[in-house]
Structure formats: structure tokens, C-alpha cells
């Protein structure tokens, strides 16, 4: 849920002039999400980090974490070791997209 904040918060300061507080409020979210990631990464094994990461969430239209963490620009959170390790493994073709319903997984690249 932090990380849907951060990206609500970072959405909401993009659409008005004042936006100051909500992105020092955005950041906060953004860093509560990197420590629980952290958290999990430190004492959990690979396989559970990833189904974490990985699993589409019924309340965001079967997205996954990793999906909302890119559409949101969460650019720390996606430089985080736990996160690298997945698109590591999906890269490598160690993790299928095709193979496997926990993986939904799409990159828009922005050349501009």
C-alpha cells in the first residue's frame, strides 16, 4: 500500500502548482515501500520476494507490483536489489512471463 501511495501522491503533484508537500509526502511513502521490500529481501528466500513482487493484485486490475512501481516512475524502488534480482531473472529467462500466471509484466520505454 505504500507504494500505491507514493504513485498517488507523485500522480495527485503533477496536476496542480503547489505541489511541495505531496511530493515530500510521496517520497516518504516511496521510502516505507523500499523497507518493507528491504525487510522482506533480507529474511525471506528469492521465491517469496518474487511471488510477492510479482502477483497481480486483485484491487489494481490484476497488476503486480514491479508493473505499478514502472507506470509510476517509483525509480528507487525499482533500483532496489531485491527488484533488480527479478528483472535479472526475467531477462535471463530464469522467470517466464509466458510460463507463469504470477508474471504480468510489460516496460514501456520512453525515448524523449
Known amino acids: 500500500m505504500a507504494l500505491l501511495a507514493c504513485i498517488v501522491l507523485k500522480k495527485f503533484a503533477s496536476h496542480i502548482t503547489d505541489s511541495h508537500s505531496l511530493l515530500i509526502q510521496s517520497k516518504y511513502f516511496e521510502n516505507l515501500s523500499i ?29 503486480n507490483s514491479l508493473e505499478l512501481a514502472v507506470e509510476g516512475g517509483v525509480l528507487k524502488f525499482l533500483a532496489t536489489s531485491c527488484i533488480q534480482n527479478v528483472l535479472t531473472k526475467i531477462w535471463n529467462g530464469i522467470l517466464s512471463t509466458e510460463e507463469s500466471t504470477l508474471l504480468s509484466f510489460k516496460v514501456n520505454i520512453n525515448t524523449n
Not at 42 to 63: C, F, G, T, V
Open 35 to 63: 523497507g518493507v521490500l528491504n525487510l522482506f529481501d533480507a529474511n525471506e528466500p528469492d521465491y517469496k520476494n518474487e511471488i510477492l513482487i510479482l502477483s497481480p493484485l486483485e484491487l489494481m486490475n490484476q497488476r
